[in-house]
């Protein structure tokens, strides 16, 4: 409600007060009444503005750049230059902390808060500049877990250290399949892997230490010990050097490490 309605109804009040008949006095109050309901609904809004036009400059504008309060739907929308509908929840809204939702199919690009000054509109010419809303892309039905191809092919798309999310139900990307917001949207840090045993020393690069028993399959310790490279704990038997390949096997020497099996 502007200031000239504020004043009209507050004037029709004021004479409805004045009347001595009791039933005209009823009948302006509820028209002053009826009137100002109506004056007060909301009719929707074609921009936003923030800060005052006579704010100070400098540090001060940090405190002029507040909120507005948003009216109820269907009044909370702002369409842009490209057509993109922007709602805004109902309530306060503050430039530099809060942001509209994108119509269908759209998502919120990277955000330009500066591009509104503290004396400035908020508005369908401008307010692409501050909110983008870019296409979006469904993220792609999960691959059939019996289709082993298809599975690997789309974990492909989240590189090396992701996998494919197994639901992706309502989430979207924009830019290219495989792209940074794809990996983004569509899918999760993978497993991290177990860690590998470390090699000793003396087992070489190719072999790792093995604490098996030997009568469950595990080598003997050399009489030299050189194949010993540890013990288990509490000391019940001796580790021995293993190769990680079983089609390799384990030799000493000057250079430890592991040599195909002769055919």
């Known amino acids: 409600m502007n ?7 507050l004037g029709l009040a004021f004479f409805a007060l004045k009347q001595k008949s009791e039933k005209t006095r009823n009948m302006l109050l509820i028209a002053s009444a009826l009137l100002g ?10 921009g936003i503005k923030f800060g005052d036009a006579a704010a100070p400059t400098g540090a001060a504008i940090a405190a002029v750049r507040g909120s ?34 994108c119509g269908a199919n759209k998502v919120m690009g990277t955000i330009n808060r500066a591009t ?25 039905e999960v691959a059939s877990a019996t ?24 989430l979207k990307y924009t830019g290219t399949s495989g792209g940074e917001d794809f990996k983004t949207q569509c899918c999760s ?11 000793m020393p003396n087992c070489g690069p190719n072999a790792e230490c093995d604490g098996s028993v030997p009568t469950l399959g595990g080598a003997d310790v050399a ?41």
């Not at 200031?3 to 109804?9: A, D, E, F, Q, Y």
């Not at 509104?116 to 469904?138: E, H, K, R, W, Y």
């Not at 789309?154 to 999310?165: E, S």
Request: glycine share 8%.
């Open 68 to 101: 507005v309060t948003v009216p109820d739907p269907p009044g909370n929308t702002i369409t842009g230059t490209d057509d993109s509908v922007y709602t805004f929840a109902e309530g306060p809204f503050a430039i530099d902390t809060d942001e509209p939702t």
């Open 189 to 199: 840090p993978s497993a991290t892997p177990p860690p590998q045993a470390t090699p």
């Open 116 to 140: 509104v000054t503290a004396t400035g509109n908020l508005q369908s010419s401008n307010i692409n500049d501050v909110f983008p809303c870019v296409a979006a892309t469904d993220c792609p």
């Open 3 to 9: 200031t000239i309605g504020l004043l009209l109804v």
């Open 223 to 263: 009489t030299n010990k050189s194949n010993q490279c540890g013990s288990t704990m509490f000391g019940q038997w001796d580790m021995t050097c293993r190769c990680i390949k079983d089609t390799e096997t384990w030799t000493s020497g000057a250079s430890n490490g592991c040599t195909a099996v002769p055919a």
């Open 147 to 170: 289709d082993a191809s298809a599975v690997t092919a789309q974990n492909a798309l989240c590189g090396t250290d992701k996998t494919y999310k197994s639901n992706i139900t309502g």
């Open 37 to 46: 309901f109506c004056m007060f609904s909301a009719e929707g809004f074609t």
